[in-house]
């Protein structure tokens, strides 16, 4: 999973505009039937309910005075929510959280399929679909040149910090609240349930860790250094694992420090604001994103930041996927701070990524999706006779398909399954990503994720109370990941 996000950017409080038909969005045929959003599965409640059904078979016998009376026993028996609620039901405490809009979503329609769309006012762009598992979309020429030089200036100018997954503190003082026995890690492990674990299935669970990137050669030496596969057959059993202390695991990951070759990712990035009060591209940016998914302001305007990454030569990150499950040991990050609840984890709840390449690379940089478009997922076959696919040092030539950065090009996906209800579903296994090696240059990108809590109750929630936080506190009082202070007074121009 990609890292957090860090502090954000300081700004006015938001208001929320109400939704309204675009110029552009009716240019770019948003507003007619074709790649509509999607609709509420449930139908309004028609006319012909059992009690009217009744109504009507009873006319055909009765008295025009006995089909009122009727009438209004079946309207006072079956209470007509559409009429009145009377003074004793307006009289009761206010109803819950409004229900959310469903979620839109770009249709594919076939690998290849290109159509228009009008995000700017001057010129039209084109959407190529690249795949249909995961739903992933290009668009070049999203910025312009000058556009792209500019991010990456104010990123300089913000400083960028190097990427982290995970410390080793944190990971162990987390695993230290799991209350889970040898045993039952075993079965977790051993996916097969041969009653083994072979090096693929290790190498398949170990991604946390310290950030570090482990390989079967890893695997080994730690083996032989802890003494837990005796035999030194690279399999371990169920003896041999109740045997292993996980505190020599950790001393001994501790103990070799890894070369930023060896990490799970290997880059440098900052986060710039978006918000009220940023520089006038940057809200031009967040306002194009917005045309382009067609969701709701206040879904957009709460969400993270724009994270802006630099890759220097040797510079990678290994196949992951940006979003999370949401477990009952977890949280998302976004809405942590109304959930009212105690979990040891939290992850990020990403429905899109949009990604924009603000260079073009020299040697290698690409981005590879290792899975796309396969006919089925299975993750113990993405390691394979010692290749794996995740490992986008090595085999990056073997994935799917890898999309050449190109400056001012965006390619945006989908990270999770729709519910069936214009909502979040699954997590899409198939939106595993990973950045190429940088063989030659510098590779600059920048990354806008769309936050959607997975439970639509608490989305709701969320964003009524950052709503009700900005009315009544303004700035000060929104989260503090949604604040950016030190980029707040940042005015450069093109």
């Known amino acids: 999973m990609a890292a957090a996000a860090g502090p954000g950017p300081e700004a006015a409080s938001p208001q929320w505009p109400p939704r309204h038909h675009d110029p552009a969005e009716v240019a770019a045929g948003l507003d007619d039937c074709e790649d509509a959003p999607v609709r509420p599965l449930c139908k309004p409640r028609g006319i012909c309910s059992r009690a009217y059904f009744l109504v009507l078979m009873v006319f055909v016998h009765l008295y025009l005075g006995n089909v009122l009376a009727l009438l209004l026993f079946v309207h006072y028996s079956n209470g007509d929510e559409s009429s009145d609620p009377g003074p004793q039901r307006r009289s009761q405490g206010p109803g819950p959280a409004p229900t959310l809009a469903p979620l839109t979503r770009l249709e594919g329609i076939k690998v290849g399929h290109e159509r228009k769309i009008q995000l700017v006012a001057d010129r039209d762009h084109f959407i190529r679909t690249l795949s249909l598992k995961p739903l992933l979309f290009e668009i070049p020429g999203f910025l312009s040149d000058e556009e792209c030089r500019l991010v990456i200036h104010l990123a300089q100018m913000k400083g960028l910090q190097r990427s982290q997954i995970l410390p080793t503190e944190e990971y162990e003082e987390a695993m230290g609240t799991m209350q889970i026995s040898p045993l039952d890690l075993f079965q977790l492990l ?13 190498l398949a669970q170990n991604r946390l860790g310290n950030g570090r990137w482990m390989t079967p050669e890893n695997i080994q030496e730690m083996y032989s ?11 371990l059993s169920l003896q041999e694992f109740s045997n292993m202390d996980l505190r020599d695991f950790h001393k001994y990951m501790r103990s070799h420090r890894a070369e930023s070759s060896q990490l799970v990712r290997n880059s440098h990035h900052t986060w710039l604001y978006q918000g009220e009060g940023a520089h006038h591209v940057m809200r031009a940016i967040r306002q194009r994103v917005l045309r382009l998914t ?18 220097g030569e040797g510079g990678h990150y290994h196949a992951h996927v940006d979003s999370g499950p949401v477990y009952p040991e977890t949280i998302c990050s976004h809405t942590k701070l109304v959930a ?7 992850t990020s709840c990403r429905y899109m990524t949009v990604l924009f390449y603000l260079n073009n690379v020299t040697g290698g940089g690409e981005t590879v999706f290792p899975v796309a478009d396969n006919r089925t997922y299975d ?3 993405l390691i394979q006779d010692d290749v794996d696919l995740r490992d986008t040092r090595r ?5 799917n398909l890898r999309v050449k950065p190109r400056q001012g090009t965006a390619v945006f996906w989908y990270n999770y399954l729709p519910d069936g209800q214009g909502w979040v579903g699954d997590v899409d296994d198939y939106s595993l990503h990973g950045g190429c090696l940088v063989t030659r240059g510098t590779k600059w990108i920048a990354n806008n994720w769309i936050n959607v809590d997975p439970s639509r109750a608490r989305q709701a929630l969320f ?26 007074d940042t005015r450069v121009e093109l």
């Open 190 to 202: 051993d996916q097969n349930h041969d009653g083994r674990l072979q090096l693929r299935e290790v």
């Open 225 to 235: 250094a802890i003494k837990a596969d005796p035999d030194g057959d690279g399999v």
């Open 294 to 311: 067609r969701l709701s302001p206040e879904i957009v305007e709460l969400s993270e930041p724009l994270q802006v990454v630099r890759y």
């Open 340 to 346: 009212n609840e105690s979990v040891p984890f939290e």
């Open 379 to 381: 993750e113990m076959s």
């Open 395 to 399: 085999h990056c030539d073997k994935g």
């Open 463 to 488: 964003q009524q109370e950052m709503a009700r936080l900005a009315r009544e506190g303004g700035a000060d009082s929104q989260p503090e990941w949604a604040l950016d202070r030190a980029y707040r």
